[in-house]
Nanobody, 122 residues
Framework: QVQLAESGGGLVQAGGSLRLSCAASGRTFSTYAMGWFRQAVGKEREFVAVINWSGGYTYYADSVKGRFTISRDNKNTVYLQMNSLKPEDTAVYYC????????????????WGQGTQVTVSS
């Protein structure tokens, strides 16, 4: 059974940092692109960042560019380092995976995690 499990969320003050992790299990995702999305209360889910299978390509939403960094290990874990956090970053963060980067960019994931809450206080 394929599972994506996010961790690392929490409460942090504005300007602080958090590192999210997403561990995939049930199959090998070394050839899959992986991405992060978020959904704030009352808003639609939005794209945050994506990384290709090798880690050689990354892409970010304009709202997080320069503050967030996506990375992955050589197995089944993807990370999201979030620095200079702002109250508007408050959301549930989800990881997802797809064989194609462009599919993730359009919000289509083969598999999704359950999400981890990130709350940034002002």
């Amino acid at each position: 059974q394929v599972q994506l499990a996010e961790s690392g969320g929490g409460l942090v003050q504005a300007g602080g940092s958090l590192r999210l992790s997403c561990a995939a299990s049930g199959r090998t995702f070394s050839t899959y692109a992986m991405g992060w999305f978020r959904q704030a209360v009352g808003k639609e889910r939005e794209f945050v960042a994506v990384i290709n299978w090798s880690g050689g390509y990354t892409y970010y939403a304009d709202s997080v560019k320069g503050r967030f960094t996506i990375s992955r290990d050589n197995k089944n874990t993807v990370y999201l380092q979030m620095n200079s956090l702002k109250p508007e970053d408050t959301a549930v963060y989800y990881c997802a995976t797809n064989t194609r980067v462009d599919s993730l960019l359009s919000g289509t994931g083969n598999y999704w995690g359950q999400g981890t809450q990130v709350t940034v206080s002002s």
